[in-house]
Nanobody, 126 residues
Framework: QGQLVESGGGLVQAGGSLRLSCAASGRIFSNVAMASAWFRQAPGKERDFVAAISWGGRLTNYADSVKGRFTISRDNANKMVYLQMNDLKPEDTAVYYC?????????????????WGRGTQVTVSS
């Protein structure tokens, strides 16, 4: 029993910034130490890893394409995960999904994540 809900997506010009939020409810984050992550999927493309963070925030993992531009963080007291996106590029355009897994490993494989949000659209114009 649980739910992840993303918010914060929208339309932004290249070079701009957005902050995505992921709110968890139910049993998610309540019983075990769960790593969380962000993935994205553009039309006609595979679902790609963006960033992951351990339960305590000590370990992070970023895709090479976003490293230095995006920052993942979390606030467990409020059951929130964030993705700060700076210097956005048109190739960042995608639906962004929040996900959590049942172990505290910052992996990049979507099949290892159990809980998923419905996604939020990010569109970056040239």
């Amino acid at each position: 029993q649980g739910q992840l809900v993303e918010s914060g997506g929208g339309l932004v010009q290249a070079g701009g910034s957005l902050r995505l939020s992921c709110a968890a409810s139910g049993r998610i984050f309540s019983n075990v130490a769960m790593a969380s992550a962000w993935f994205r999927q553009a039309p006609g493309k595979e679902r790609d890893f963006v960033a992951a963070i351990s339960w305590g925030g000590r370990l992070t993992n970023y895709a090479d394409s976003v490293k230095g531009r995006f920052t993942i963080s979390r606030d467990n007291a409020n059951k929130m995960v964030y993705l700060q996106m700076n210097d956005l590029k048109p190739e960042d355009t995608a639906v962004y999904y929040c996900a959590s897994r049942l172990t505290n490993v910052v992996g990049d494989t979507p099949q290892h994540y159990v809980y998923w949000g419905r996604g939020t659209q990010v569109t970056v114009s040239s």
